[in-house]
């Protein structure tokens, strides 16, 4: 089991720009799959983006070109870069490892708004 602790979110423009932190409790994160979830209110939790060990990234469709998902094994902390924020990028982001622990983090609002 890795404790995962997400950070980062606050409330930002449309058009503005945040960097989410999910940092790791312990060294082995930079061999894990990570994933970026998020969850809008009212609304089932999206799969966003995700990091390998190797460095390869994917990401969702609603988010290609604008996010972008890195890791540096030295924090033991995987990043997630939000550019263009939309009204719809609004919602609870959380990391979680891939296949996913049972145990979610609290996760951090981001709340893109004018």
């Known amino acids: 089991q890795v404790q995962l602790v997400e950070s980062g979110g606050g409330l930002v423009q449309p058009g503005g720009s945040l960097r989410l932190s999910c940092a790791a409790s312990r060294s082995i994160f930079s061999m894990l799959i990570i994933d970026w979830y998020r969850q809008a209110p009212g609304k089932q939790r999206e799969w966003v983006a995700r990091?390998?060990?190797?460095?390869?990234?994917h990401y969702a469709d609603s988010v290609r070109g604008r996010f972008t998902i890195s890791r540096d094994g030295a924090k033991n902390t995987v990043y997630l870069q939000m550019n263009s924020l939309k009204p719809e990028d609004t919602a609870v982001y959380y990391c979680?490892?891939?296949?996913?622990?049972?145990?979610w983090g609290q996760g951090t609002q981001v709340t893109v708004s004018s």
């Open positions: 979680n490892t891939n296949p996913p622990q049972n145990a």
């Open positions: 990091i390998f060990g190797s460095g390869s990234t």
